[in-house]
């Protein structure tokens, strides 16, 4: 036996046997002591070193940080003691009164990069980008709103303008009519008859434009429905000649296309 121990002491480890027996263990072949001491270690020592790869560094620091943070401060913490030759008792409020906080400040853990201030900026950034698109939004409404709202009027005075100029041919082919109907040979003012192809003077053709150009559509029927009620004793909207003054007076609704309506 004693000779057993002796080799097994001054066994070389880095022979190549000693390498094979730590790579062949069998049941059935004898292992040294120490030999199987080295490769259980070796077996602890991966396995630890799986369980550390499966968790990252940022897991590792988290879990330690909460695990301190659960823990409650005891009498070696220098703060909690000096709290407590204050008079502080545990789970009481802060304050002389009581009426501060009870639990702790929260812990605001960084784990970013970036500088101090950094998310702040962005949160304010976002809130601005925010605002500016409703701004904007509000703005193209606005301008939607108000563009619409022009049409429509464009539209109305078109109809408008239309109507007159119907009011305006209407009331000309009335008074050529009537004109002719009392042996009225020319028209007071060229625009009072429709329009001809021809005319007989071209200089008065031309100055007669000019002061026509000078009035608008609905002072051109102004004019002229007033020239027929007083002239004629017509209105163009009750479509009737009365018999004199007193008649239009007390039977005609008014001068006007509304006083019609």
Not at 202 to 227: A, F, G, M
Not at 247 to 261: A, L, M, Q, Y
């Amino acid at each position: 036996m004693s000779n057993i121990e002796v080799e097994e002491e001054e066994e070389d480890y880095m022979s190549d046997a000693f390498i094979s027996t730590i790579q062949d263990v069998r049941p059935g072949i004898p292992v040294p002591r120490r030999v199987k001491e080295s490769y259980q270690k070796e077996e602890k020592q991966k396995e630890s070193n799986v369980k550390n790869r499966q968790k990252s560094l940022k897991e590792v620091e988290k879990e330690r940080r909460e695990t301190v943070l659960n823990e409650a401060l005891s009498n070696e913490n220098k703060g909690f003691a000096l709290l407590q030759k204050m008079g502080y008792k545990k789970g009481q409020a802060l304050g002389k009164k009581g009426d501060g906080i009870v639990e702790p400040i929260p812990l605001n853990i960084k784990t970013g990069r970036s500088g101090i201030g950094h998310e702040e900026m962005k949160k304010r950034k976002a809130e601005e980008n925010l605002e500016n698109f409703r701004r904007k939004s509000q703005m193209r409404q606005q301008a939607e709103e108000q563009a619409a709202d022009d049409f429509r009027l464009r539209m109305k005075s078109k109809k408008e303008e239309q109507k007159l100029e119907g009011d305006l041919r209407r009331s000309q082919r009335a008074c050529l009519q009537l004109d002719e109907q009392k042996g009225i040979g020319f028209p007071r003012e060229a625009w009072y008859w429709p329009p001809t192809e021809t005319q007989e003077d071209d200089s008065e053709t031309e100055e007669d434009e000019v002061k026509e150009q000078e009035l608008s559509t609905l002072e051109k029927l102004q004019i002229l429905t007033s020239y027929l009620r007083g002239q004629h004793l017509y209105c163009i909207w009750c479509g009737t000649s009365y018999q004199d003054e007193e008649d239009i007076e007390s039977n005609c609704p008014g001068d006007t296309s509304e006083d019609h309506d």
